[in-house]
Structures are given as structure tokens and as C-alpha cells.
């Protein structure tokens, strides 16, 4: 199995522009998790799908950020416009009857 | 709700000393409790768990064991190794939200040769 997959690995972009974050998760998993890890905040839960439906999206900062599962293999999560502050490595997670799964993350700088 | 609280890091050692990294739990029930661990650069990877009170969890000669009357579950490593130097974070399921993990902060373990 590939594992929980994430792409970017890396972002860079300027402060104001749109920013997606990819993850496919692993196939037969019906939970998928995002979440951010910084020093400063150390690890968040962001928001968390269970087939395919939010069910908890409490830890989502701002309406700048948004996510979508639209199929039980693939979810987004979007930042609209983007800030400095948002720099960050984004984790997806999936499970399935056992553990979480983490994929390798996505660091982002927004300059 | 469930919450657990790990000793801050770091931790130095020195190849092949003794680990102990602290983790204690607030919970309804007795709920699993897991180790992770983040390698640099790489997402958390579960490390062990333990399902019940007394249960041992182990793994790449690291255990834990979930202890009820003291409410923690310590993570231990008899000989440290270069390679095991990364951050673990200490988890256990939370109360509110259906297959959500509440994680502890995280402590950075740094072993020099």
C-alpha cells in the first residue's frame, strides 16, 4: 500500500493567493483528518470527514480556510487568501477499523 | 473532556542511556492509548498502543504500560540509539468526536553518539 498521499510536499507562495493542499487517502479508510503542526501551536485537528461528511470542522482557523471530500479517495483543503501566519506543515491522516495513518505533509510558507 | 499531558523536551541523551518519557491522562473510562512518533521531516507513525488498563504496548524495544492507578502511561527505551531521536507525542481517543485522538505537545528526544 502507497500509504496516505499529500502533495505539495512543498508550497511557496505570496501572501493573498489561493492555496490547495491535496490528500488521497488509503483505500478502504472511511475517516480522513486535517491537521496543521507549528512550533509555536504545536499539532491542531483542523477538521475531520468520516465517509466522506465533515463531522467536526471546529479546529478550522478562519473562513479563509476551507475543505471537500467529494470521494472516499481524495479531499482538498483550501486557504483563501493566504497569510503569513498560515505557514505551517498541513498533515492529512486517514483510518480505517485500526490506527491513524499520517501522510508525509505539505510545508507551507506564504511570504 | 480526555486530555493527556507529556514532560516537556528535550530530552538529551547520550547513545545507549535509558529513556523514560512521561505521559499522564485524564479520561472517561479507559479508553487506548497510543505513542507516536515524528521522525524529521517525516508525519507521526503509530509507535505502540495498549487497549486496556495493565496492558504492555511495545515496539523496536520501546514499551509503555497502561498504568489505571497512577493514570499515565510512560514510554521507556532500555538502550537509545541515534536513530531513535525524534519527537513522540503521547494520544489517547477523544470523548467528544467519533475517531478524533486528542495528542499531547510533543516531546523532542536528541541522542548524540
Known amino acids: 500500500d502507497a500509504g496516505v498521499i499529500q502533495s505539495p510536499r512543498h508550497e511557496v507562495t505570496e501572501m493573498g493567493q489561493e492555496v490547495t493542499l491535496r490528500c488521497k487517502p488509503i483505500?478502504?479508510?472511511?475517516?480522513l483528518f486535517w491537521y496543521r503542526q507549528t512550533m509555536m501551536r504545536g499539532l491542531e485537528l483542523l477538521i475531520y470527514f468520516n465517509n466522506n461528511v465533515p463531522i467536526d470542522d471546529s479546529g478550522m482557523p478562519e473562513d479563509r480556510f476551507s475543505a471537500k471530500m467529494p470521494n472516499a479517495s481524495f479531499s482538498t483543503l483550501k486557504i483563501q487568501p493566504s497569510e503569513p501566519r498560515d505557514s505551517a506543515v498541513y498533515f492529512c491522516?486517514?483510518?480505517?477499523?485500526?490506527?491513524?495513518?499520517f501522510g508525509p505533509g505539505t510545508r507551507l510558507t506564504v511570504t | 473532556g480526555n486530555s493527556v499531558t507529556q514532560m516537556e523536551g528535550p530530552v538529551t541523551l547520550s547513545e545507549e542511556a535509558f529513556l523514560t518519557i512521561n505521559c499522564t491522562y485524564t479520561?472517561?473510562?479507559?479508553?487506548?492509548l497510543f505513542w507516536y512518533v515524528q521522525y524529521p521531516g517525516e508525519g507521526l507513525q503509530l509507535l505502540l498502543k495498549?487497549?486496556?488498563?495493565?496492558d504492555k504496548g511495545s515496539n523496536k524495544g520501546f514499551e509503555a504500560t497502561y498504568r489505571k492507578e497512577t493514570t499515565s502511561f510512560h514510554l521507556e527505551k532500555g538502550s537509545v540509539q541515534v536513530s531513535d531521536s525524534a519527537v513522540y507525542f503521547c494520544?489517547?481517543?477523544?470523548?467528544?468526536?467519533?475517531?478524533?485522538?486528542?495528542f499531547g505537545t510533543g516531546t523532542r528526544l536528541l541522542v548524540s553518539p
Open positions: 491522516a486517514s483510518k480505517g477499523a485500526g490506527e491513524q495513518y
Open positions: 495498549a487497549t486496556k488498563a495493565d
Open positions: 483505500s478502504g479508510h472511511n475517516s
Open positions: 494520544a489517547l481517543p477523544s470523548n467528544t468526536g467519533f475517531q478524533k485522538l486528542v
Open positions: 479520561a472517561t473510562g479507559y479508553p487506548s
